[in-house]
């Protein structure tokens, strides 16, 4: 069983990651893509292999809007189709790549590499929170060492905020856990994973303004919204003490998407709208990534790496992990991605006459 | 079969590896174990794998006796329960680490990975000398790149002592083989391998003192007595010429014992008592351990390294290797290693309703 | 099967790089190979390793005309039959290492790794140019990270002279399959693959003197003789426009020799014999050598290993590769390396009762 679903949209770039001129190489799903721009910005995914020789053509050059393969001098368009070989006059019919649909949508660069026929924008999930630029949006890209459900497991329990993050942005919750008041729900609606933490009457203020003036007690309330394979939208809130836990009023709404590179090794594309540090420019807007980008780097991603050492290539659930009662968005989330996974793997086995899904032991 | 013995004790560590406050990780039999010292100073091992999600609990942070892990706070007690478990009154029956039985003996930390229940103290190998204080015995650790059988087969075969270690402990022989009257006997008894190697009438002094006045000949033994899987004591004496070889009186004794990391990996343990530099304090000491840690790492670890690059993952005989009179000692312990591979496999088979011990061709 | 062809001739080394004195290692068809010279300086083969316990015999050293083991110190001669055993008055009749049989010829040393009762010097393929003082010829070695095969087929494709070298020995054709009148043949003949290329009326000179005067007008011809597993011959020459395009007037010979190092590394062995810049001595010598072997680790060996990564293990025809009509060289020394694969897996299949040539598919 394919450890990828295929049939579905992934973030393959920011936006500002495929410049003008530049031919972006980038593995996903254990495949090895090129990405640029034509000339009128459109965005363009092909796989980074020359049918002839096998070359990265993101090695090779840009001629127009075409890319010329290094070796041996063939040219494709942002097709994939063949336009020209030397010395023959017309290029062999056969001669292509395989082109992926892109869509640019909400700063991030998406595409389908399952079957093309299905690939319908409609179902690229909504981050459209990073389209409001009086949120002033910010999106930025790291790679961890982990099997991409990693990322999924580790942005859906965020006790692991007040552990491994203490340091950084956990730390103003010592007593984690032991909050009177505290409550924590998951729940499964129309195919997303929902969950909700609410803490009453927080006195010690987080990290960054959350609209209740300083020092003032508030209560604190985050909703992870989730939807396969790995995106999730994660809005974070806080109003007086008391006051309606009001979600039209985030201070904070983060995008958390995982790609897979390999089995092994994911992409984290992370996206953020907020209410604080927005009038300093593009320097804040820079230490801000660095601040995001480098707790990923330094917690969340070295821990990844542990886990997947300690896994192997075991399943999860094969190896009879303990589950907590806030892993219930992550186990939601697991069930419905070994749903899809199955689901892929039984129509490719049916297709092949062999197992059908209800025989898909998951 | 599993490469390792199981039912046996092995060396974690040296005493002085794990310090009272740090937490201390290594790997042991393909295992991830994490090793610490209660505020008793008691030695502590377990399993360094959170049942949650498989973090390092050596990554996490000592609380009194307790560990706590670094990614969502589960806390363990030296026996491997769950003390604590956030947003839980009581953690669950079912968390808990595998622990270890452990013992600190002969300046050495013992441990037992195989069933709990026949981890007898009293089946410790004896190395006592470690503990003679007017000896004053040295130990030391360091890790090479082979199969930890690879470890029995180069300390037990001795003769290169005068080839690989030419230019350190060895070149003080440059007739070896050669010297009229040398004798070298192997035997199996009582389950351990005994070899002794006599050389008389030689005139040429050792690298350290041997109790004879530098410049009169003497007859030099040595003894190596081995018992499974990997623990070997070697006694090197010399006396006036002609004298009894007397086994009571040596000038120097060291341990020596494997504990594999991995099936290619291993760590040996050394251990050393003497008659000679005994007075000079810690700086001679250490200049001791670097000068036999040296050996190990720059002679004794880079071949055995090249042997197992060679040997790839197949058994030594099935190589068909060359056998020497000298390999007498080697052979006879990689027989009663097979034995007690095969023994425990043959358990586990037969529990398996799978192939009885009578079977298992070694 | 086999992924490479036994009984034939591999380069091993060139002249210069196995020395009078020194022990040299290399890898080749996934062994361990042990060269020197004797005293007389003929070139000795045998497998790097000792039989006693598999230390590689290159980390010992030579006494006279033999190689002694430095982790027992087993001694070899010349034939690889254990000359001295310490501790043993004889050696043990088993006590040897294969050797290979070799023959120094064209500044190249040849090794024969099938059976050595068809090791005939008369197979040795002929490279005689590199003899031809006049010519002052070169030879020199670099390894790429690809299977061997990846070396045919890069040498037998020279467009790519025009598109992967542009910046040094192809980049003054910048109409490369565009001039008019340019033809190529490739053809099967004794055994042989021969290719030939012809482009008329060039006026840009190439890198080289070719003979015809500078900035005169030419006829470009080359031809590449290929034999299997991977020997190739380079004939490059020039004419005025319109003269015959006479084979024996060249002005550049050059050799090609791939030997496996391991299924997916390679040695690439070139010399070289030419009309231009012989009167530099070795200073031009030493400058021609880095200018052709730069090309190629900096040009051709990063896409070779590019290739490789691409196709993983799989066999070239399996990944359905575009075929252009420049390919024909190359398609024709795979079609023949797959047929001698399978013969000597066939041998060998029917030796083991299994499968014979007519059943393999190649």
Same mark, same amino acid.
Request: overall charge negative; charged content about 25%.
């Given at each position: 069983m394919s450890p990828f679903i295929l049939n579905t949209w992934y973030v393959a770039a920011c936006d500002d990651e495929v410049g003008e001129e530049a031919l972006f190489a980038r593995r996903l799903l254990d495949q090895p893509v090129l990405l640029y721009r034509t000339g009128h910005g459109e965005p363009v995914a092909m796989l980074? +292999?020359?049918?002839? +020789?096998? =070359?990265?053509?993101?090695k090779g050059r840009r001629i127009g809007d075409e890319v010329e393969c290094l070796y041996h001098g063939l040219r494709f368009g942002p097709d994939g189709l063949c336009t020209r070989s030397p010395y023959q006059k017309t290029p062999p019919a056969r001669a292509r790549v395989r082109s992926f649909p892109v869509v640019e949508r909400h700063r991030l660069i998406w595409i389908w590499?399952?079957?093309?026929? +299905? =690939?319908?924008? =409609?179902l690229i999930p909504d981050h459209s929170h990073l389209d409001d630029e009086s949120l002033r949006p910010l999106v930025w890209h790291v790679a961890f060492d982990g099997n991409w459900q990693l990322g999924n497991d580790n942005l859906m329990e965020l006790t692991h905020l007040f552990w491994l993050h203490t340091s950084t942005i956990g730390g103003w919750k010592p007593d984690a856990g032991a909050t009177p008041g505290e409550t924590y729900h998951a729940r499964v609606e129309e195919g997303r994973v929902h969950s909700r933490t609410f803490v009453p009457n927080i006195t010690r203020p987080p990290v960054f303004d959350n609209g209740v003036p300083a020092g003032q007690p508030f209560d604190q309330w985050n909703d992870t919204e989730w939807v396969a394979p790995a995106n999730m939208t994660f809005t974070m809130g806080a109003v007086p003490v008391g006051a309606p836990a009001v979600t039209n009023r985030p201070y904070m709404v983060q995008s958390h998407c995982i790609t897979p590179e390999t089995a092994t090794r994911s992409h984290y594309f992370s996206g953020l709208a907020r209410i604080f540090q927005r009038d300093g420019g593009p320097e804040v807007d820079a230490r801000l990534i660095a601040f995001f980008k480098g707790i990923f780097e330094r917690e969340d991603g070295p821990i990844m790496a542990d886990v997947q050492e300690q896994m192997g290539d075991a399943d999860l659930f094969d190896l009879d992990p303990l589950i907590l009662p806030r892993d219930a968005g992550a186990i939601l989330a697991r069930r419905m991605v070994a749903q899809r996974l199955a689901e892929e793997a039984g129509a490719e086995a049916k297709e092949k006459g062999i197992a059908g899904i209800g025989e898909v032991q998951v």
């Amino acid at each position: 069983m394919s450890p990828f679903i295929l049939n579905t949209w992934y973030v393959a770039a920011c936006d500002d990651e495929v410049g003008e001129e530049a031919l972006f190489a980038r593995r996903l799903l254990d495949q090895p893509v090129l990405l640029y721009r034509t000339g009128h910005g459109e965005p363009v995914a092909m796989l980074d +292999r020359c049918p002839h +020789r096998f =070359a990265y053509l993101s090695k090779g050059r840009r001629i127009g809007d075409e890319v010329e393969c290094l070796y041996h001098g063939l040219r494709f368009g942002p097709d994939g189709l063949c336009t020209r070989s030397p010395y023959q006059k017309t290029p062999p019919a056969r001669a292509r790549v395989r082109s992926f649909p892109v869509v640019e949508r909400h700063r991030l660069i998406w595409i389908w590499m399952g079957d093309p026929e +299905r =690939a319908d924008p =409609a179902l690229i999930p909504d981050h459209s929170h990073l389209d409001d630029e009086s949120l002033r949006p910010l999106v930025w890209h790291v790679a961890f060492d982990g099997n991409w459900q990693l990322g999924n497991d580790n942005l859906m329990e965020l006790t692991h905020l007040f552990w491994l993050h203490t340091s950084t942005i956990g730390g103003w919750k010592p007593d984690a856990g032991a909050t009177p008041g505290e409550t924590y729900h998951a729940r499964v609606e129309e195919g997303r994973v929902h969950s909700r933490t609410f803490v009453p009457n927080i006195t010690r203020p987080p990290v960054f303004d959350n609209g209740v003036p300083a020092g003032q007690p508030f209560d604190q309330w985050n909703d992870t919204e989730w939807v396969a394979p790995a995106n999730m939208t994660f809005t974070m809130g806080a109003v007086p003490v008391g006051a309606p836990a009001v979600t039209n009023r985030p201070y904070m709404v983060q995008s958390h998407c995982i790609t897979p590179e390999t089995a092994t090794r994911s992409h984290y594309f992370s996206g953020l709208a907020r209410i604080f540090q927005r009038d300093g420019g593009p320097e804040v807007d820079a230490r801000l990534i660095a601040f995001f980008k480098g707790i990923f780097e330094r917690e969340d991603g070295p821990i990844m790496a542990d886990v997947q050492e300690q896994m192997g290539d075991a399943d999860l659930f094969d190896l009879d992990p303990l589950i907590l009662p806030r892993d219930a968005g992550a186990i939601l989330a697991r069930r419905m991605v070994a749903q899809r996974l199955a689901e892929e793997a039984g129509a490719e086995a049916k297709e092949k006459g062999i197992a059908g899904i209800g025989e898909v032991q998951v």
